[in-house]
């Protein structure tokens, strides 16, 4: 079965940075394509960064571009996202899934508040 699970987040106080990570299991992790995705309170789903499978090409949402850093350790199935200066409206449930299909793993907080 596949498994995602994301871990990382926490409390941070706007400007402040956290580092995500999500290890991946049941599948040839270096094959897909991944994104993180993020829900917050009361939202729908809202797409934050896609990394190709070879760990090349990156894709990120306007809303994080430039303070957002997706990246992959195929040797680990582990799969990241480095986040820098921090905004409340990041706070949300960050998740990471394969690109292009539903799976989605569990997810893990992230909550920027002072």
């Known amino acids: 079965d596949v498994q995602l699970q994301a871990s990382g987040g926490g409390l941070v106080q706007p400007g402040g940075s956290l580092r995500l990570s999500c290890v991946a299991s049941?599948?040839?992790?270096?094959?897909?394509?991944m994104n993180w995705i993020r829900q917050a309170p009361g939202k729908g789903p809202e797409w934050v960064a896609r990394i190709s499978g070879g760990g090349g090409p990156t894709l990120y949402s306007p809303n994080v571009k430039g303070r957002f850093t997706i990246s992959r350790d195929n040797a680990r199935n582990t799969l990241n996202l480095q986040m820098n200066s921090l905004k409340p409206e990041d706070t949300a449930v960050y998740y990471c899934a394969i690109a292009d299909t539903n799976n989605r793993g569990q997810g893990t907080l992230v909550t920027v508040s002072s």
């Open positions: 049941g599948f040839t992790f270096g094959n897909y394509d």
